[in-house]
């Protein structure tokens, strides 16, 4: 299996507007939007003889200062795995194409095999996520959403 998704099957391892009074502009009273990572999903698709499986995973990350990145790590829910956020800084990027000034939606795809399949742990497996502002908040979340492989 791809390093991507996990590290190892064996082991089982593997983000105002103004107000105006008087005619003088006032700076707003609402807070900064924070990080947040909404309407995540992930979907597995399993290989066939005639086709190559797939792992898509997407949500919609949003700060006031931009998307940065959102980092993406898969892992089968029978291994326990708690990862960390500092874990979560050198595993894989989703890709992420800015749909506002403040808004992403990001997208991460992983082709499996029948060989890489077969080694996975069946049942459900959990997203964790990590996502980086442009102003460089961050916002992690150890079970972002979750998804089931069969085989």
Known sequence: MSK???VSSIIGVVA????????????ST?????????????RYVAPTDAK????TFTAQVSDDSGV????????PASSNL????????SVESATCRTTSD??????????VTKAEAAELAAGIWHISSLAT?????TRFTPRTTTFTVTH
């Open 4 to 6: 991507r998704i996990l």
């Open 16 to 27: 105002v507007g103004g107000v105006t009074a008087a005619g003088v502009a006032i700076a």
């Open 30 to 42: 609402e807070p900064a939007k924070k990080l947040t990572v909404e309407n995540a999903s992930a």
């Open 52 to 55: 190559t499986g797939s792992l």
């Open 68 to 75: 940065r990145s959102l980092k993406v790590l898969a892992w």
């Open 82 to 89: 708690s990862p960390t956020e500092a874990e979560m800084r």
């Open 102 to 111: 403040d808004t992403s939606r990001c997208t991460y795809t992983l082709k």
């Open 133 to 137: 502002a442009k102003d460089g908040d």
